[in-house]
Antibody, heavy 120, light 107 residues
Framework: EVQLVDSGGNLVQPGGSLRLSCAAS????????MSWVRQAPGKGLEWVSAISGSGVDTYYADSVEGRFTISRDNSRSTLHLQMNNLRAEDTAIYYC?????????????WGQGTLVTVSS | ERVMTQSPATLSVSPGERATLSCWASQSVKNNLAWFQQKPGQAPRLLIYDVSTRATGIPARFSGSGSGTGFTLTISSLQSEDFAVYYCQQYNNWPLTFGGGTKVEIK
């Protein structure tokens, strides 16, 4: 069974940092393009960042460019999101999601989400 | 950026009735369009990808159609477990974008 398990969410002060992780199992991780998608309380879904299977190609939403860094460790089948200079508007549930293909496709598998709260 | 617009925001439907949800893209996304279902406290679940292909395990009462800029998700006969929020999403261009969602509620 393909499974993604998100972790690392916490309460953090504005300006602080946090590192999220997503542990994958049951799939060929290095051949899977991955993304982070977030959902603010009571709001819709917002794509945050993406990374190719090899880790060479990365993409960011304008709202997080320069503050967040996506990375992966294919030897450990783990995806990360380093979040710096956090703002109140970054408060959300963060989901990792796998795309069908390394070169694109829909999000076919999602993690359970991890809650990030930015507040003083 | 491809802006995705969903309508209506809320759809009130009786069990057993048909539900039709719309999604519009500000520019063509070709056939790179997916639909997701989300229930309270749960992660989104993929229903439809490539406009009209049902994901594994999705019942036949869910169908997708459309092309280019206009898309539709149809639920032919609503079951109790179908009351949820539905999102469309394009994966043709960066940034990947979602619609604002349609909440399907019990009438």
């Amino acid at each position: 069974e393909v499974q993604l398990v998100d972790s690392g969410g916490n309460l953090v002060q504005p300006g602080g940092s946090l590192r999220l992780s997503c542990a994958a199992s049951g799939l060929s991780f290095s051949n899977s393009a991955m993304s982070w998608v977030r959902q603010a309380p009571g709001k819709g879904l917002e794509w945050v960042s993406a990374i190719s299977g090899s880790g060479v190609d990365t993409y960011y939403a304008d709202s997080v460019e320069g503050r967040f860094t996506i990375s992966r460790d294919n030897s450990r089948s783990t995806l990360h999101l380093q979040m710096n200079n956090l703002r109140a508007e970054d408060t959300a549930i963060y989901y990792c999601a796998k795309r069908f293909h390394d070169n694109g496709g829909a999000f076919d598998v999602w993690g359970q989400g991890t809650l990030v709260t930015v507040s003083s | 950026e491809r802006v995705m617009t969903q309508s209506p925001a809320t759809l009130s439907v009786s069990p057993g009735e048909r539900a039709t949800l719309s999604c519009w893209a500000s520019q063509s996304v070709k056939n790179n369009l997916a639909w997701f279902q989300q229930k309270p406290g749960q992660a989104p679940r993929l229903l439809i990808y490539d406009v009209s292909t049902r994901a594994t395990g999705i019942p036949a009462r869910f169908s997708g159609s459309g092309s280019g800029t206009g898309f539709t998700l149809t639920i032919s006969s609503l079951q109790s477990e179908d009351f949820a929020v539905y999102y469309c999403q394009q994966y043709n261009n960066w940034p990947l974008t979602f619609g604002g969602g349609t909440k399907v509620e019990i009438k």
